[in-house]
């Protein structure tokens, strides 16, 4: 009966979503023609400003950009006097399609039973029909690395593309990082910590050592499997746990280790490099204090969020504000990013927020695009508007970090993209509303 119970409620909260699901909200057709945008100013991001350019892009590839662009017969011109276009802005740090209504259990995927379970990918778990998407790709995100949690060794991570109808259409790069929780290296005394010391370091000691084993299995695992190439060798019975970590092994794709305090930070590089993994911190809280440590070392952090308060009581109010512009002058590499998936679409903001404390404002904007896209191995794709490159771009009235600035019109890979969403679809309902009673015009 609670289950059924469960199921009652988890109806009640989703259904009202379902008058959104408009015929404009299906994904975008496959670029068929060639589209120029032409007259507008095109932020490059990665070279300089083109102040009245045209950007023309065919088959989903960028072809052109310039001031005196050459348009194909049958080329579909759209003027975009007055207005940018940018580059679709890249969300580094993700849960988006894996939940999507915290409180509703069912609605969970982002987390499976065990410790280590580097098997799990994400881009299979991600619901395509996740009513989270279309609200955020409204606000010019246009990619995003969803990512699992819970464990010691969560799955693997993938770069989606909020577009598409099923989760292979969707996926940009997979895996794209193996997502590793560092566990805490100082004993917490706060109040809603009921276990003890002794416990605290036992289940320290426990997650180091699993997290040891696994990666040890993992690459006796990998020899096993290489050396099946070569005679009188038997063959080694296919693990996928183990057969999903080869990639980290041979430092083709990075391991995403959440460490947010310098113990931690100091003891995952030290791991990595003991193990030879090409590492990216996730989070990186104190990542500032140790910001030479990580230039020495080329780890970089994906900074995430912005906004959030500080952890300790003696911590300046905009300690948080101020760790993108301490790692841009320490020269270590970063992005930004919004940490979850209801917070998507405020990833823009997070990034003014940064830029508002001190990080050059040019550096606000690539740590939301070109910055993300680099770290996570997408940076010849999208990120930045070059030829050659996916045509995933936004074009909007405005600084795209401001607040104020609305988004116009969207591509990805040459899609023409809906901006509606259930924000857009009560917006439209609840001005008819007071249309009726006299109170707006």
């Not at 989903?60 to 940018?84: A, C, F, N, R, Y």
């Not at 591509?411 to 679809?425: C, D, Y």
Request: proline share 5%.
């Amino acid at each position: 009966m609670k289950t059924l119970n469960n199921i009652f409620v988890l109806f009640a909260l989703i259904l009202p979503s379902f008058g959104a699901l408009v015929a404009s909200e299906i994904p975008g057709k496959p670029q068929d023609h060639p589209i120029a945008l032409v007259g507008g100013t095109v932020h490059t991001v990665s070279g300089a400003v083109v102040e009245s350019g045209t950007i023309l892009f065919e088959k989903g590839k960028i072809t052109s950009i310039g001031t005196d662009v050459t348009l194909p017969q049958g080329t579909e011109s759209i003027d975009m006097t007055g207005k940018h276009v940018y580059p679709g802005m890249v969300d580094a740090r993700s849960e988006i399609g894996l939940v999507e209504i915290d409180a509703a259990r069912a609605t969970r995927d982002v987390s499976e039973v065990g410790t280590i379970n580097p098997n799990i990918r994400a881009e299979v778990a991600m619901n395509p029909e996740s009513e989270i998407i279309p609200v955020t790709r409204a606000n010019g995100i246009t990619t995003a690395l969803t990512m699992p949690s819970g464990g010691t060794i969560s799955g693997t991570a993938a770069a989606i593309m909020l577009d598409g109808w099923t989760w292979e259409e969707m996926t940009l790069k997979a895996p794209a990082g193996l997502v590793v929780n560092w566990p805490s290296m100082t004993i917490t005394k706060a109040w809603w910590e009921r276990r003890t010391e002794d416990e605290q370091k036992k289940a320290r000691d426990k997650a180091l050592d699993e997290l040891r084993d696994a990666f040890r299995d993992a690459r006796a695992y990998m020899k096993a499997k290489q050396a099946e190439l070569q005679k009188n060798i038997p063959y080694h019975k296919t693990d996928l746990r183990w057969e999903a970590m080869i990639p980290m092994l041979e430092g083709k794709v990075p391991v995403l280790v959440n460490a947010e305090e310098i113990q931690q930070i100091e003891a995952a590089i030290a791991w990595a490099e003991q193990e030879g993994l090409k590492l990216v911190i996730l989070g990186g809280y104190d990542s500032w204090r140790v910001a030479d440590l990580l230039k020495a070392k080329d780890v970089s952090v994906i900074v995430n969020p912005i906004h959030r308060t500080p952890w300790r009581r003696w911590e300046p109010y905009d300690v948080q504000f101020t760790i993108p512009k301490k790692l841009h002058d320490a020269g270590v590499r970063f992005c930004i990013a919004s940490g979850g998936a209801s917070n998507e679409r405020n990833l823009p903001y997070q990034a003014a927020t940064a830029a508002s404390y001190g990080l050059p404002k040019d550096e606000a904007l690539k740590a939301v695009t070109l910055y993300p896209a680099q770290i996570l191995g997408v940076g010849d794709r999208v990120g930045s508007l070059e030829v050659g490159k996916d045509a995933t771009l936004i074009v909007t009235n405005g600084d795209p970090l401001e607040i104020t600035t609305n988004v116009l019109m969207e591509f990805i890979q040459g899609k023409t993209i809906s901006l509606q969403s259930r924000h857009t679809h009560f917006y439209e309902k609840y001005q008819e509303k007071y249309r009726r009673i006299g109170s707006v015009k």
